[in-house]
């Protein structure tokens, strides 16, 4: 495949499925079985050129030319259309790169469909090339797991304000503790406290997942570290199986399914 094209980015939740009013069903027939997406309509840049992609039969005969298990499922690419085996292709266009669409509430979790792009070197703009796409299959995170990702990035702001406000009074905490001044003590730590809890309520930088984020990442899963970087445009409704079975296949040294994994047409519902 095109070294510059990288990804560096279920059942959907009922109450998102119900809010998508703007888009048709899009049905994705490959010869592994058949998934059904919704499009986003708060990504209607990305919906609407992939669905004028899609009307016009774009993507029918394309591979799913980059599997990674436990990651992704990539395909579309045109030069991967009737490609003989071991062939190296997946390259992208540059006359297709879309604006990002970045949103909070859009995350990779399994079945998630998104925008591929190059890398931060080359695109510091981080614009999707929307010539090809990606399925999410990922994996099942522990609550720790999650939590310890808020506590990397939260932990070290609070310790940075209990430096500074905490620490230079401790030495008077300890003056009243020798001196048995249990109650000088005591009101003087719950002033500190305060002062400590008060600053880090209101300390930008910090970082707090999606509740349901998590709920998706622990239950069907999915790749944190693709969020906020790729576009999540929509997601798989109906047929995550599929995802699974592709997933599965055995791969060449370019993570290119050594038995084809075809993508037979897409089209609206």
């Known amino acids: 495949m095109n070294r510059n094209i990288l990804i560096i980015v279920l059942l959907a939740v009922t109450w998102q499925v119900g809010a998508q009013t703007n888009y048709p069903t899009i049905v994705i027939e490959t010869n592994y079985g058949t998934m059904k997406a919704i499009l986003y309509d708060d990504t209607p840049v990305h919906s609407n050129h992939y669905l004028k992609l899609i009307k016009e039969g774009y993507f029918n005969g394309t591979l799913f030319y980059r599997v990674v298990k436990d990651f992704v499922i990539q395909g579309g690419a045109q030069d991967s259309r009737n490609a003989p085996a071991g062939a190296q292709i997946g390259g992208g266009r540059t006359d297709m790169e879309l604006m990002p669409e970045f949103r909070r509430d859009k995350f990779h ?39 310890s990702m808020e506590m990397a990035v939260n932990v070290p702001i609070k310790n940075e304000i209990i430096r500074t406000h905490y620490l230079p009074d401790r030495g008077e905490l300890d003056k009243l503790k020798e001196a048995k001044d249990a109650g000088g003590f005591n009101a003087l730590l719950d002033s500190l406290l305060q002062v400590v809890d008060s600053l880090y309520a209101i300390a930008p ?20 570290r693709l969020d906020g970087s790729y576009t999540v445009f929509g997601e798989v409704i109906e047929g995550i199986e599929v995802i699974d079975k592709i997933a599965r296949l055995p791969v060449d040294g370019n993570s290119r399914p050594e038995t084809d994994a075809k993508i037979i047409k897409i089209y609206p519902e």
């Open 205 to 224: 930088g910090k970082f707090f997942l999606p509740v349901e984020l998590k709920e998706a990442y622990t239950t069907l899963g999915g790749v944190d």
């Open 109 to 147: 979790k399994k079945g998630a469909l998104a925008a591929p792009r190059k890398s931060d070197d080359e695109n510091p703009q981080k614009k999707s090339d929307a010539s090809q796409f990606y399925i999410v299959q990922g994996r099942v995170y522990t609550q720790g797991r999650l939590d």
